[in-house]
C-alpha cells in the first residue's frame, strides 16, 4: 500500500496552469502577482495590509524588525511551537522567554502569561516587548485574554498563524489583526494552502506594512520620479534601512492565488474529517483534540494524546512504530522549542514548562489534509486499533 503523508498538498490542472502562464511572461519574480495575491488574503481575512514573502519564517523575522526588536528586548512566545517562532527574535539579537501552554488547546495559556507577567512585574525581571503566540494546529489563542494583558503590561503581538489561515476566532477570520499587530500566515506544501515556499504579513498598520515591504527589499526603496523634471535622475535608489531579500515570486503568488480559491473547500474537508476521527477514536484508550467554545479551528494538524500508565510511560513510541510500519506518516508536534540544544545553551532548561512537556510525551499527529479520502482515514483507524486493542489484551 502507498505512504499515507500526515500532510500533502493538492496540486490541480489549473494550478499548473496559473504556474506556466506566469512562466510565460516577462515577470517572473515579483510582479502583479504578488500584489494580487496580497489582495486576496487581505480581503479573504479582511486585514488592511498584506505583505508576501519568501517563508512564513521571513515573515515572523521582518514582523520582529518592523516592531523594532531588537538586542536587549525580551520576546516570549509558545514552547509548543516550530522553532522559527522563538528563532526571528533571537535573528533580532533580542532574548526569548517562553509561556507553558494550556493542557487543552495546547496553546500558550493566557492564564500562565498572566502570571508570569506579574511574577516578571514584581521581581524586577525583564517584561516582553512583544509577544508572539502560535495558533497550534489551527486553534486560535485566547486572544481576548492575551490583548487585555498587552494593553496593561504594554506588549506588543504577534500571530503566528502559520497553522491557522482559514480559522477564525470568535466569528473573525485569522489574519483580521482585531487584536494583534501583525499576523503570519505559511504556505510551505503541509500547511493548509501552498505556494511550495511562501508566507505572508498581515496587518492594519499603514506604519508596519511600509516598514515590511523596505525590509523586504533590502532596504531600499526607489523614489517616484517626475517624468517632466528634466533635472529627474530616474536610476537613483535609497537605502533608509539594513533588509534582506525576502520576496516571493509571482510564480509562487500565482500558485498561492489559485490555491486561495478552494480555501474554504479545503478547511471544510479537514473539518469532517476530524469529526469523523473525533467519531471513531472515541472508544480508544486517548485524548482526541478539544475544541474552545470561542474559536473554528483550520484543523491544520490532528494531535491525539496517548494514554499514560501510572508510571508515566506511554505507549506513543510503539504506536509510532507501528503505523510508520504500515505506511502512516504520523509525526510528532512539536518537541518543546526550550529543550532544543541551541536553546539550552541560552540558559533554558527541561522541565521549565511542564505542561508542553508533558504534552510532548504523549502526543501524536495523525494524518489529516484537504483531500484525504474517509478509505485513508479508515486506514489510519484500524491501525491504531490493532495496536491499541493488543495493548489492552496484554
Ligand atoms: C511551518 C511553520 C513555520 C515556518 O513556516 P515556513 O513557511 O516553513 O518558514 C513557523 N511557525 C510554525 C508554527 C509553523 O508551523
Given amino acids: 500500500m502507498s505512504f499515507l503523508p500526515y500532510g500533502r498538498q493538492d496540486i490541480l490542472e489549473e494550478d499548473i496552469d496559473a504556474v506556466t502562464q506566469v512562466l510565460r511572461s516577462d515577470l517572473i519574480t515579483q510582479g502583479p502577482k504578488v500584489a494580487e495575491f496580497e489582495q486576496g488574503v487581505a480581503g479573504y481575512c479582511g486585514a488592511q495590509f498584506a505583505v508576501a514573502v519568501n517563508s512564513a519564517t521571513s515573515a515572523l523575522h521582518l514582523a520582529c524588525l518592523a516592531l523594532d526588536i531588537g538586542p ?17 527574535v533571537r535573528l533580532c539579537g533580542a532574548d526569548v522567554n517562553f509561556v507553558d501552554i494550556d493542557h487543552l488547546t495546547y496553546n500558550l495559556c493566557a492564564t ?10 514584581q521581581q524586577g525581571s525583564p517584561l516582553p516587548r512583544a509577544v508572539i503566540v502560535v495558533h ?3 486553534q486560535s489563542c485566547d486572544m481576548q485574554a492575551i490583548a487585555k494583558l498587552s494593553d496593561e503590561y504594554d506588549f506588543s503581538i504577534i500571530e503566528d498563524a502559520s497553522h491557522a489561515i482559514g480559522a477564525r476566532y470568535r466569528g473573525v477570520a485569522i489574519g483580521a489583526c482585531q487584536y494583534s499587530d501583525i499576523t503570519v500566515f505559511s504556505f510551505h506544501p503541509v500547511k493548509i494552502i501552498t505556494t511550495a515556499e511562501g508566507g505572508m504579513a498581515t496587518t492594519n498598520s499603514e506604519y508596519l506594512s511600509r516598514r515590511m515591504r523596505l525590509l523586504r527589499t533590502h532596504g531600499v526603496h526607489k523614489p517616484v520620479v517626475d517624468c517632466d523634471d528634466e533635472e529627474a535622475e530616474p536610476w537613483v535608489y535609497e537605502q533608509h534601512d539594513l533588509g534582506l531579500n525576502y520576496r516571493m515570486t509571482d510564480i509562487q503568488a500565482a500558485l498561492g492565488l489559485s490555491q486561495l480559491g478552494r480555501l474554504d473547500q479545503y478547511i471544510e474537508r479537514r473539518h469532517a474529517l476530524a469529526r469523523r476521527y473525533d467519531k471513531m477514536l472515541s472508544s480508544m484508550n486517548l485524548v482526541t483534540p478539544y475544541q474552545s467554545e470561542f474559536g473554528a479551528s483550520s484543523y491544520h494538524l490532528y494531535p491525539i494524546l496517548v494514554g499514560q500508565e501510572a508510571d508515566g510511560r506511554t505507549c506513543r513510541r510503539e504506536l509510532y512504530k507501528h503505523l510508520t510500519g504500515r505506511g502512516i506518516g504520523v509525526n510528532i508536534h512539536y518537541i518543546p522549542v526550550h529543550t532544543q540544544p541551541y536553546y539550552q545553551r541560552l540558559g ?6 511542564p505542561v508542553a512537556e508533558s504534552y510532548y510525551s504523549r502526543t501524536l499527529s495523525l494524518p489529516l489534509f484537504g483531500v484525504m479520502t474517509d478509505e485513508e482515514q479508515d486506514r489510519v483507524v484500524i491501525c491504531l486499533q490493532e495496536l491499541l486493542n493488543v495493548q489492552l489484551a496484554a
Fill in 72 to 88: 536587549g528586548d525580551e520576546v516570549w512566545t509558545s514552547p509548543n511551537t516550530f522553532v522559527a517562532s522563538a528563532n526571528c
Fill in 112 to 121: 500562565a502569561l498572566a502570571a508570569k507577567l506579574a511574577r516578571h512585574r
Fill in 136 to 138: 497550534f494546529a489551527g
Fill in 348 to 353: 533554558h532548561l527541561p522541565g521549565d514548562y
